[in-house]
DNA sequence: ATGGTAGAGTGTCTA
């Protein structure tokens, strides 16, 4: 085996911050990136630099809100768009694409972008928890191999993953049957490796624009690595890339960096 | 309850 470094991150548009992108491959010598929320059609891509860095790049995604992808300089083998039984919203599944897969270096590596689910009592919060159910579903036929579920699930899985709970009590992403879907993939075996590398209180992945949230480190825990048991056992170390999120010109997300043996 | 900011692309919608 082969080792590896994968990273993960909800860029807020690929075309807008394809510098960063590029800067975040060399800066970590990134192995394997999968983003969400690239908000893009892959006609619409500038990925020469990317390419001439020796990357390979597979994308999914038509619409100006969703699309996920992968770049990877160590093989992009059999790449689907969309796991089995993904459930589609709107148009077409296509159009919400929310999920790739592929095999780089030997790690089935999957970009996933949960649905938000926008309100408790909205039609979008039932289509993330059955999206989650199929999601499990497939993801139980996989654990036996070594393989990463990366991205931004949209839940945080305790309340020390959000700043002010209060202030979230009756939103999306701290529901009890949230929390409970995110908790079957671990009773299924499968394990956030980031945690173990990233420990204490007040770790965030996410703070949103308003009101100085990151200035002020009120943030939310949502972009994980889950890893299957084999996996699990190849991480040497993991790093939330904190300072991407920093000046300018920042995704409303940070990255997050897993080292595999 | 509302609003605050950002990105898609000109109408609002989504997060």
Known sequence: MVSVRIATWN?????????????LLDRHEIDVLALQETKARADQLPLMGIEARGYEVAVAGVNQWNGVALISRVGLEDVETGFPGQPGWGESAEAESRAIGATCGGVRVWSLYVPNGRKPDDPHYVYKLDWLARLREAALGWRDRDVALVGDWNIAPTDEDVF??????KSTHVTAPERAAFQAFLDDGYVDVVRPHAPGPEVYTYWDYYRQRYERNRGMRIDFVLGSPSLAARVTGAFIDREERAGTGASDHAP?????A
Do not use: G, W
């Open 256 to 260: 997050v960096v897993v080292d595999l």
């Open 11 to 23: 860029v807020n548009s690929l075309r807008s911050r394809i510098d960063r992108v590029e800067a």
């Open 164 to 169: 002010d709970i209060a202030q979230f009590a």
